[in-house]
Every structure is written in structure tokens, then in C-alpha cells.
């Protein structure tokens, strides 16, 4: 018997992981709309973005540009964090040309995260945002002033990540393939070789901090440990073939038929990167161009067929963790197979008994389809009974986690 990496039937994993930048409420409402409700659109559980404090008028952001008042956007994330539309916090703000001032930077920091925790909702994942101005970003390769986790540094609020929720930031690395979840596809062979090379030339030209490990680019997440210690999982996202700015309107390539059927292939997980606020729609203008529409369409035929799993980026990254780290042990009591989950061995916090919420989607690989019992912490959980996947075998487990709520939608 084997843990799938995948909740059944799919055999390979994508969110669309949207920076905010330039999105109002209207569009963000209109592009949540067609992406993921059934009724008017395609049904694919997207989440997105908010920022701290907004730059621009309208912009999704819980404060106004004077980083005191709530914007009028504020209940509105907060609802929407609840219900999983949103998932991601786009770094504290917005400061894009002009740096934040260090003890207004702070100030911004612990109100919002005070606000976040008075009203009992946490944020799991942060993407780092932006221009060099933006010096409250988490440690990048190719950033050195970021400093937002760096103690010595005015910029410092990394301290306040933990009460936050946070477990995972996206560092601004970009890689140009869908990572595997097979350690024996092709690419993993040659990847590693290509990328020695480059790391050789890099190092020659004085660009040592610009070199990356194998983990770097063959992983989608990994451990990292802040300049102040905090442990995170600093996790990829997919670009390909395009320069920025991602948006929308350039779906037709970064999601583009080659680019699913080699996610598929590899069986693997992509994290895209893109703006789907970008650009602000003008009075009258179509909200995704027919080719971006056909390249959604064609990523719901995926997901609604079974091949491709779209889940919001926590889920993702969740459901990563734990078929990449589940400790678990099978034996049989009778004529029940009895599958112990023992712990989830989590690089951030040390071994510990998984939640009940990430275990959502976990399904194993049976030899045959008896009775099979997920035993977690004494409490036996009954899986569901799938039947034979793509490859055959017996599939049992445990249902994917729920779709963003669609409340904020009938607004």
C-alpha cells in the first residue's frame, strides 16, 4: 500500500496564487465571480491576496494608505479569510517607489495583526511583495534589502509573524516547470546537472548569492530559518516563458495546454504566479480576453474530470506537507486494515499529531477493498471507499478539503 500524493482522483495539484496589486473590490468580486462560482463561471476554488495598507485609492487593502483607518474593504477580508476566499497576506503594504518609514512600518504591522487576532482569524501564508523600496519583505535570494525578518534592522517586524498564523512565504524565487512529486520523472535527473552549471557560472561572475540549491528548484517548499530564527516553509511559484507583469490577460501562456499536459505528466504540483487584478477593467471591457478565458476553461476541464486538483495555495502547501512528512504504519486486527497516523514530523514546529483539518484529502492506496480504519491519536476515523484510480489500484480515504465560500459573491 502506498500514500497518495493527492487527494483521489487527481493526480497532480495547482493553485492560482494572485498577488493583489492595482485590484479594487469590484474587480476582485467580478474576477471571484466567473473563476469560482458554478452558477456564473467555472467553479475552481481560487483564493487570493490583501494587502496591510493599500498605496492607490480603492485598493484591497485592510487600512488606508495612512496605515490608522480601516478601509472599507476591511469586514470585507475579514469575511472573506474566514470563508477562504482570501489566503494570503501580500506583505504589509504597499510601497512600491517610496519605502515604508520604519515606525510607521510597525505601527501598520501590529495593528493589523491585532485586528486579525480580536477578531479570531489567522493568515497561514505571506507573499512577498514588490520593488526594493519594499524593505518589510522576508529573506530573498535575490533581494538583499529586504529586512522585515532581520533584527538589526529598522524594517524588523518578523516577530510579529507568529501571532499572525504565518507558516509559509513565498521568498520571490520563480521556477519555469511544474515540480514533481515523483522523484523519477526525467527531469529530475537532468534539472540538478543544468542547474550545477549555471551555479558554476554564477560563482565565476561574482553572483555567489544568486546561485541556487537543487532543493531550491527541484522542491516546491522547503524549511528556512529567518534571520531571527523564526522557522517558516519558504515554497515556489511557476512562471514560464513571460516576462512581468503577470495578469489575467497573460493566462493563455502561463496556464497554456503544454503547460497542464506537463503537470499532468509529471504528476506534480504548480503554484502559479500572476495578478488577477491586472489590469483595472475599463467601462465595457471584457474581464478575461476569449483566449485567458479558454486557457481557464480548459484548466476547469482538468479539475472537473478528476486529473487536476485546484485547491487554494494553504491547501496546497498543507496537503504537501503532509504526504511529505506523515509518519504512519498499517497492520491488520482481523479483517480490518488498520492505518496509524503517528505523527506529522513538520520542519517548523518538530513532530507533532497532525489536525484534523490537514488531514483533508489524505487517501492511501489499498491492496483490497476491506474495512480500513485511520487511527490518529487513539480516535479512528472511518475513510471513504473511493474504488480503483487511474492505475488501478483501490483508493481509500478521506474527502478534499471544502471550496472557498461563495457568500461574499452574492454582494
Not at 50 to 64: E, I, V
Not at 69 to 84: D, F, M, S
Amino acid at each position: 500500500m502506498r500514500l497518495r500524493p493527492f487527494p483521489f482522483p487527481y493526480r497532480a495539484a495547482l493553485a492560482i496564487c494572485s498577488d493583489i496589486d492595482g485590484c479594487d473590490l469590484p474587480t476582485f468580486l467580478a474576477v471571484h465571480r466567473y473563476l469560482n462560482d458554478p452558477r456564473s463561471g467555472l467553479g475552481l476554488p481560487v483564493a487570493d491576496s490583501f494587502f496591510g495598507q493599500g498605496r492607490d485609492p480603492g485598493q484591497m487593502a485592510y487600512f488606508l494608505p495612512d496605515g490608522r483607518t480601516p478601509a472599507p474593504e476591511a469586514q470585507l477580508i475579514i469575511q472573506a479569510i474566514r470563508g477562504g476566499l482570501i489566503d494570503s497576506l501580500h506583505s504589509w503594504g504597499d510601497f512600491n517607489l517610496a519605502g515604508p518609514q520604519p515606525q510607521a512600518l510597525r505601527s501598520l504591522a501590529e495593528k493589523l495583526v491585532a485586528d486579525l487576532q480580536r477578531q479570531d482569524v489567522s493568515v497561514k501564508v505571506w507573499l512577498n511583495h514588490g520593488d526594493p523600496c519594499n524593505r518589510q519583505n522576508l529573506r530573498a535570494r535575490l533581494q538583499p534589502g529586504y529586512a522585515g525578518d532581520d533584527p538589526a534592522s529598522p524594517f524588523y517586524t518578523a516577530d510579529l509573524l507568529k501571532p499572525l498564523g504565518l507558516k509559509y512565504y513565498w521568498w520571490s524565487d520563480l521556477v519555469s516547470w511544474p515540480l514533481s512529486s515523483r522523484p523519477d520523472f526525467p527531469g529530475s535527473r537532468l534539472q540538478p546537472g543544468i542547474n550545477v552549471l549555471k551555479n558554476v557560472l554564477k560563482i565565476l561572475l561574482g553572483q555567489r548569492r544568486k546561485a541556487r540549491t537543487t532543493a531550491q528548484i527541484m522542491e516546491l517548499c522547503q524549511p528556512v530559518t529567518l534571520r531571527d530564527g523564526l522557522r517558516l516553509m519558504a515554497f515556489n511559484r511557476h512562471l514560464r516563458g513571460l516576462k512581468e507583469p503577470t495578469s489575467r490577460h497573460t493566462l493563455r501562456y502561463t496556464l497554456g495546454g503544454s503547460v497542464l499536459e506537463q503537470l499532468l505528466a509529471q504528476e506534480g504540483y504548480l503554484i502559479l504566479y500572476t495578478h488577477l487584478g491586472l489590469p483595472r477593467p475599463g467601462p465595457g471591457e471584457e474581464l478575461f480576453p476569449l483566449q485567458d478565458q479558454a486557457a481557464l476553461v480548459r484548466l476547469a476541464q482538468y479539475y472537473h474530470t478528476g486529473n487536476i486538483w485546484v485547491a487554494p495555495t494553504v491547501r496546497v502547501l498543507n496537503h504537501w506537507l503532509l504526504t511529505r512528512h506523515l509518519v504512519w504504519t498499517a497492520h491488520r486486527e482481523g479483517e480490518r486494515l488498520i492505518i496509524h497516523l503517528k505523527s506529522l514530523q513538520d520542519p517548523t514546529t518538530g513532530p507533532r499529531p497532525p489536525e484534523l483539518e490537514e488531514l483533508a484529502g489524505l487517501c492511501f492506496s489499498v491492496p483490497s477493498p476491506g474495512e480500513v480504519v485511520l487511527r490518529l491519536s487513539g480516535r479512528d476515523l472511518i475513510p471513504q471507499a473511493f474504488g480503483p484510480d487511474n492505475t488501478g489500484e483501490t483508493v481509500v480515504g478521506l474527502p478534499p478539503p471544502p471550496q472557498p465560500s461563495l457568500e461574499l459573491l452574492e454582494l
